[in-house]
C-alpha cells in the first residue's frame, strides 16, 4: 500500500505567514514610529500584492489621511479622508472589502483609532486580502500606541 505524497504548503501562504513573523520582529524593535509605520505598511503592500496602502487616524476633530505608501514612496500628508469606504470603517469599525480594495480598522483600548486600506495592483480583493488587512491593522495598532 502506497502512503498519501505528503502536502506541499501553498507557496503564497508561506510567502504571507514569513512576512507577517518579519513585521512581528519589526514592530517588536525599537526606533522612531514612522520608520516603523513604513516598514509594516512596506511589507503589507508587498504582502497584498497592493499598488498603495494608506493609513488614516482619528482625531478629536475628524480623521485624516496621514501616511501612504506606493510602489515607490512612503509619504507623510495631512489630507481630508475622501473615500467613503474609508470613512465608513472610521465610524463603525467594520472591515471590508470593496473590489479592488481591503478596508480595516485600528483599534486603541477598543475605540476605533484610525484605518488602513489598500489598493489591488492587479484583480480584486476577497476576504483572504481583508484578512491579510486586518492582521496589518493590528501590527500598525501597536505602533501607533
Known amino acids: 500500500m502506497l502512503s498519501p505524497e505528503p502536502?506541499?504548503?501553498?507557496?503564497?501562504?508561506?510567502?504571507?505567514?514569513?512576512?507577517?513573523?518579519?513585521?512581528?520582529?519589526?514592530?517588536?524593535?525599537?526606533?522612531?514610529?514612522e520608520l516603523i509605520l513604513e516598514a509594516v505598511c512596506s511589507r503589507l503592500l508587498r504582502a497584498a500584492d497592493a499598488s498603495e496602502v494608506t493609513l488614516a487616524l482619528a482625531g478629536a476633530h475628524g480623521s485624516s489621511v496621514r501616511w501612504r505608501r506606493t510602489r515607490t514612496?512612503?509619504?507623510?500628508?495631512?489630507?481630508?479622508?475622501?473615500?467613503?469606504?474609508?470613512?465608513?470603517?472610521?465610524?463603525?469599525?467594520l472591515p471590508r472589502v470593496e473590489r479592488e480594495r481591503a478596508y480595516a480598522p485600528l483599534r486603541d483600548d477598543g475605540r476605533v483609532s484610525g484605518a488602513v486600506w489598500m489598493r489591488a495592483r492587479h484583480g480584486v480583493y476577497d476576504e483572504d486580502a481583508l484578512a491579510l488587512c486586518e492582521a496589518?491593522?493590528?501590527?500598525?495598532?501597536l505602533a501607533l500606541q
Open 73 to 93: 514612496s512612503f509619504t507623510a500628508v495631512d489630507e481630508i479622508v475622501d473615500d467613503p469606504a474609508a470613512r465608513a470603517v472610521l465610524i463603525d469599525g
Open 136 to 141: 496589518f491593522a493590528g501590527y500598525l495598532s
Open 7 to 33: 502536502q506541499r504548503p501553498d507557496p503564497r501562504r508561506q510567502a504571507v505567514r514569513d512576512v507577517l513573523r518579519e513585521t512581528a520582529n519589526v514592530i517588536n524593535g525599537s526606533g522612531p514610529v
